[in-house]
């Protein structure tokens, strides 16, 4: 099987070329670089990633060549980034990415050479009935599904996690006992294309800074000023520059640049138990004959399921938790798992 594996230098990625070797393959090695070299706020620190994907490749014997896609990537993904941004949304451009430019724009250029793409991921597949699904990891933890949940069936078939069946622990042992020249490197943090520039430094740099008011839900007194409604996002807690607290961000009003804020876990006005999705995707297929499921959820990045029902409404779908939920943000995902959460079954866009 001629195996292309998506390599970033870190443990992760690292880890699943050494199992495709011991299980007899050599794969390609590509980096995809996706800084921009030009742009001293937003490059890219990518070259002690390359020297260690070197490293490795050399190890193994694999070929690695570095893929340059910061164009797309800044054509699609941070495009989409700042247009939600604007519209007062909360975007996830890491889901973006995986969908566009990891298995989008590298499968239409590269990957479709090749039989299989193998990632870093904490994910797994399985086969039913002659179709791909997109299973979850071993580890809860590092469970990464919820950052997949927009591709495809196409994209899913052509997929191996070889760690998705270890936790994180084990790959980190795996690569140490292996003697790996990443094995000690620590997990990336934040969103993938931004490595340590700073969010709101990113933000301000297309959107700038316009002041206005932190308005108290309850009683409408103002409470302080912010310096754009952008740089915060609903359920948010740190970063109002507020005494007295805990505050959190209870919802935003784009037009008049106001950030409506509401304290502590006292009230019901932070909780919501349902919510819509828009243009809700399916991976594989959709697998509900009726209009009501129940179903496991993730409105966040988090190792908890939460529980519920998804029913089929005339404008698309919408959750009914079964717990109290802190936080919907809108334009983040509602990601969807069957009842188990052992596949997940496809994500919309939280209106």
Known sequence: MNIA??????VDSSVVVHLLKEAGYTPTLFYIKIGMD????????????????????????????????????????????????????TPNPDVM????????????????????????????TFERDGKTYLGTAKDPVKDQTDFLAQINHL??????????HLIKSEVRD????????????????GICFLGKVN????????????????????????????????????????????????WYVIRKD???????????????????????????????????????????FKIRHTPDFSKGKIIKTPEGYRIFSSEKLQGIAPGQFGVVYDADAKYCIGSGEIR
């Not at 594996?5 to 870190?10: F, N, R, T, V, W």
């Open 254 to 296: 784009v037009d008049a640049n106001i950030v409506w804020a509401s304290k502590g876990f006292d009230t019901e006005t932070q909780y919501g138990r349902e919510f819509s999705m828009r243009d809700f995707h399916f991976i594989t297929e959709n697998p509900w004959e009726n209009t009501e499921h129940d179903i496991a």
């Open 97 to 124: 990415c995986n969908k566009l430019i990891k298995f989008g724009v590298f499968e239409q250029r590269v990957g479709k050479e090749f039989d299989k793409t193998a990632t870093g991921h904490y994910a797994t």
């Open 174 to 189: 795996i690569a140490r006992l292996a003697n790996l020249p990443s094995a000690k490197r620590q997990d990336s943090q």
């Open 5 to 10: 594996s998506l390599l970033s230098g870190g």
């Open 199 to 246: 969010y709101n430094d990113f933000i301000r740099r297309y959107l700038g800074e316009k002041e206005g008011p932190i308005v108290e839900l309850e009683t409408g007194k103002i409470l302080g000023r912010h310096k754009g409604y952008w740089f915060h996002t609903v359920g948010q807690r740190k970063g109002l520059g507020l005494s007295g607290g805990p």
């Open 38 to 89: 030009d742009d001293e706020l937003l490059h890219c620190t990518s070259e002690e990633d390359i020297e260690m994907a070197t490293l490795i490749a050399h190890r193994y014997g694999c070929k690695l060549e570095v893929i340059d896609l910061h164009k797309d990537y800044w054509d699609n993904v941070v495009d989409y980034t700042i247009r939600k941004v604007r519209q007062g949304l």
């Open 155 to 164: 994209q899913v078939s052509k997929l191996m996690f070889p760690i998705g």
